[in-house]
């Protein structure tokens, strides 16, 4: 009892000398280049500088391919950054033809299409048993084809007779097929206007090559024989016009769509550049004393 008394006082006070000598050679063996040699320059670094994915994101998100020139990605860059400035020259391209061709369709509306043509066919219409519509020597007197010069009275004067003729056609019916009238004359100006002029057959008469039939909408053999050819050609003006926009249109979506894709992209680019393998250069004692050179690696997924 004495000897084994004498042995475990020697253990527990010699296990924390042993652990302290333990944690003292742990550090020899893994301390730092940097702190144990005096030239910094011995081992450089070789892992990589971090990247900052805000700085990334934000940068792409303002103009498409920063971001990626940040990271570094030059292929990426000039995919991003051409795209950018392909769709802007076609946007702009096809948005400034398309509202030049526009104007042009709406001019041509002012000089071709008529509201008193169209008043007075309704007038004879058999379609039609409504009052007729008057037709003012007031509005005789307007220049319809130069609305630009109208003064405030002539601008109410064309209002009433489009109210007056909107009214005729809720009491207007197809002749052959007894069906009312599917849409109404928009007020002259608005959108509506420009587009069904040279849409719907019904409008037909206000054109001044119209042949006069009583049924705009008679078809032979499926072909609509009393459309005026002025009529078709400012459907297709009118058609192209609005195609270019919707073009334009189309191509501002892609221009929103590569900012979005690209500021993501620089983001998480710049976030796996980060989580790459990361190098650091340490010292390391052999067993015979020697200081000799490691390199600590890590990896994150």
């Known amino acids: 009892m004495k000897y084994l008394f004498i042995v475990s006082l020697c253990m527990a006070l010699g296990h924390p000398l042993w652990a302290q000598q333990q944690r003292l050679e742990s550090q020899l063996l893994y301390y ?10 011995l081992y450089p670094q070789m892992g990589h500088k971090q990247r900052s ?6 940068a792409s998100a303002a103009l498409p391919g920063a971001g990626q020139a940040y990271n570094r990605q030059f292929v990426k860059m000039g995919v991003f950054t051409g795209t950018e400035l392909a ?15 526009y104007e042009t369709v709406k001019l041509t509306a ?20 409504g009052p007729k519509i008057t037709i003012s020597d007031a509005i005789k007197k307007i220049d319809l084809t130069n609305p630009i010069a109208w003064t405030n009275e002539d601008i109410q004067t064309v209002r009433d007779l489009f109210i007056a003729v909107r009214a005729a056609e809720d009491q207007s019916k197809n002749p052959k097929t007894g069906a009312a009238f599917s849409h109404k004359i928009p007020f002259f100006g608005e959108q509506q206007y420009y587009e069904l002029v040279g ?23 499926g072909k609509y024989i009393n459309a005026p050819e002025q009529f078709l ?23 929103v769509f590569n900012h979005f894709v690209s500021a993501f992209d620089a983001g998480i680019s710049a976030r796996l550049h980060n989580r790459k393998i990361a190098a650091t250069p340490m010292t390391m004692l052999s067993e015979a004393g020697e200081v000799i050179p490691a390199v600590s690696l890590s990896f994150q997924w």
């Open 87 to 101: 769709s802007i020259l076609f946007q702009r391209k096809w948005h400034n033809q398309g509202n030049t061709d």
């Open 110 to 129: 002012h000089k071709g299409w008529s509201i008193i043509r169209y008043a007075q066919w309704l007038n004879g219409f058999s379609g039609y048993n």
């Open 53 to 58: 994915v805000a700085i990334a994101f934000f």
């Open 199 to 221: 849409k719907y057959y019904q409008y037909g008469p206000g054109w001044p090559d119209y042949n006069g039939a009583d049924d705009p909408d008679e078809k032979v053999d």
């Open 32 to 41: 730092p280049l940097e702190k144990t040699v005096d030239s910094p320059n």
């Open 233 to 255: 050609a400012y459907a297709k003006a009118h058609g192209a016009s609005q195609a270019l926009l919707r073009k334009a249109s189309r191509i501002s979506t892609v221009i």
